[in-house]
């Protein structure tokens, strides 16, 4: 007997995230041995080396379950970013505290608000929890803030905004957030998702967490797993009111951060200067990216990340498979609405030129 | 303003489950030195030496996203547990997939049943996706299977179980679970939450992983933060007929267990000796505990598990809070109804040393 009878109707209907090949699938795949992933925006330089240690130090003690409350990570957050403890919300990467914040604030019947290529996760959470999702048309691939704000409706309970956002790259400035903020209801949740904050470089950003004292309904997201480099580790955290947060946190299953990732995140944290190597060369292998793009006649759309979202011109999949017998991984979106794109994440410079190599190769095959 | 109002309503009465003292979190508070954490159940060998060295070989490389459908820890479950890989959902820790399965199957106005004195995380989870949480009496502080049966109606969606049970440590036997399998509709969900499995000593003990191919409504959850010593990398999983998996599959965060605890597993499977070794002394401690509570006069319910839960005969609470100023920690349960137990986890030969004297002390000065 099936038990698609017996499956909630949201859930039936729900297409799970779709992920970056890794490396070794590829490699069972293809047999290949020369593998370069350009696929899933992490950190080309790994982790501080300050990670590394001060994991090994507690490998022996794992039997013990986490800290659930990460009081030693939390403390140095507020420390590092000066926010209060008290409104901090740990994550298993900031997947877990956007899903959270949806669990917690919008239901069946709720209107959840998020914008054309807007980060999966946004709809997959609304569709989970069983909300209606209201997706508001892009403007020039970016956020259309004023489009978000007039889609509120009564029923509306969150808005999803990435800052920089993903895949597209794109970024607004403090004088459109200003003007948002200014119309949005206050009884409407304002999730400002910054996952690839740290690679911006617009003078004008409008940084969420200098925003959070203005609005008692905004909710900043963070993550650990880009220019910090711990995607493995699972972590990130959202910033709101005090009030907030313990509503969030009582959604959040007791463990949902586990032992190393909390010990990596403070050794993260202290190595600021390796945070800030992985911007400089982001930016200078960036430049090389362009320049090769430019030379094959391609274009893409600006992007305050560290990867490119590209236009081929064309169909991208068979580009994309093509590249993956070449051994480059790279990550198609047509489940965003964008076929004819692929999303290049910014690698070393001898993956760049493992990419560049294989790009120009499959495009002259075609 | 307050978020209160527009806060979910179910989410507005969660009261989140309470974590044992870490041990640092007593450090801070008494100053102590001497610290016997026998609070949350861990193995206190810690774990298998082979964790530690597979963990060491992949941390340099812990700026890349784990894979996210696990291929080589499912493969490894699947052989070690004679299981179709295609049915296994992985978890972080198995509070996880006991979390997703509630998401997965029931909603507002569906029905949850669990057993009084059953696992927190059952009545945390219906209560957080709106169900309607049906808590069956006990019978002998453990599951009474055909009053569990008997209370499911048209609106029941999951049963939750757990054998042995926690905190209670209570265990059923095969002509239970036969006559109660016997009896439920082929229509409800059962979750049988085996977390304690590896300690059970009673021969008639059904074990959930045989029982699969026969009820295509079964599904079952295992940990490795028990007898495997894992509990603070977050790892445990979920199996049962690959459709039931593939649809708890589409609500999992793709990236819900770290890169670490996907190595974890799989070195922690391949040592089984190192679990033998601590079902052995989980055994030989436990009677040592019972000698000792015996000559306190102290009563217990018969344990499956790795832990007693102790009748005080009186409020248990100044006795636990006696006990931490010993250096002590075990876990009050009266959140459970149980005001007047505590429940000990089984330690090292040291720890329990200490835990026995440390009692000992606080009940003569009381």
Same mark, same amino acid.
């Given at each position: 007997m099936s038990c698609d009878s017996f499956v909630l109707s949201a859930i039936r209907g729900l297409t799970p995230y779709q992920t970056g090949k890794p490396i070794d699938a590829l490699q069972r795949e293809f047999g290949l041995t020369r593998i370069s992933k350009l696929a899933s925006n992490e950190n080309p330089l790994g982790c501080s080396f300050e990670v590394v240690t001060a994991c090994q130090a507690i490998l022996e003690g794992m039997a013990r379950y986490p800290d659930g409350a990460g009081f030693a990570l939390k403390s140095a957050i507020s420390q590092h970013f000066k926010l209060d403890a008290a409104g901090l919300v740990l994550g298993n990467g900031s997947n877990d505290v956007l899903e959270l914040i949806g669990r917690t604030f919008a239901g069946a019947g709720d209107e959840v608000i998020f914008s054309q290529y807007g980060f999966a996760v946004y709809s997959i959470t609304a569709q989970a929890i069983g909300a209606t999702a209201v997706q508001? /048309?892009?403007?020039?691939?970016?956020?259309?803030?004023?489009?978000?704000?007039?889609?509120? $409706? /009564?029923?509306?309970?969150?808005?999803?905004?990435?800052?920089?956002?993903?895949?597209?790259? $794109?970024?607004?400035?403090?004088?459109?957030?200003?003007?948002f903020m200014s119309v949005v209801p206050s009884t409407v949740m304002v999730v400002l998702d910054e996952a690839y904050t740290e690679y911006v470089t617009r003078p004008d950003y409008a940084d969420g967490l200098r925003e959070l004292a203005k609005y008692p309904n905004l909710i900043v997201t963070r993550t650990f797993s880009k220019a910090y480099g711990l995607a493995g580790f699972r972590l990130g955290f959202a910033a709101a009111t005090a009030e907030v947060a313990s509503y969030i946190n009582r959604v959040r299953q007791p463990f949902n951060v586990n032992s190393l990732a909390l010990v990596a995140g403070v050794a993260a944290l202290a190595d600021q200067d390796f945070v800030k190597e992985a911007v400089a060369v982001n930016k200078k292998e960036m430049a090389l990216w362009q320049q090769a793009l430019s030379m094959l006649n391609l274009s893409w759309i600006p992007s305050q990340g560290n990867f490119l979202c590209v236009d081929m011109q064309r169909p991208a999949l068979p580009i994309y498979e093509a590249l993956l017998r070449e051994g480059v991984i790279v990550r198609p979106v047509g489940a965003y609405g964008l076929p004819n794109h692929l999303r290049i994440s910014i690698g070393t410079d001898e993956e760049n030129m493992h990419g560049i190599e294989a790009l120009t190769r499959v495009l002259q095959s075609l």
């Open positions: 508001v /048309p892009a403007k020039d691939y970016g956020h259309d803030l004023m489009a978000m704000a007039a889609a509120v $409706t /009564p029923k509306t309970k969150l808005i999803y905004i990435a800052n920089p956002n993903n895949p597209t790259g $794109t970024c607004f400035g403090q004088t459109e957030w200003d003007a």
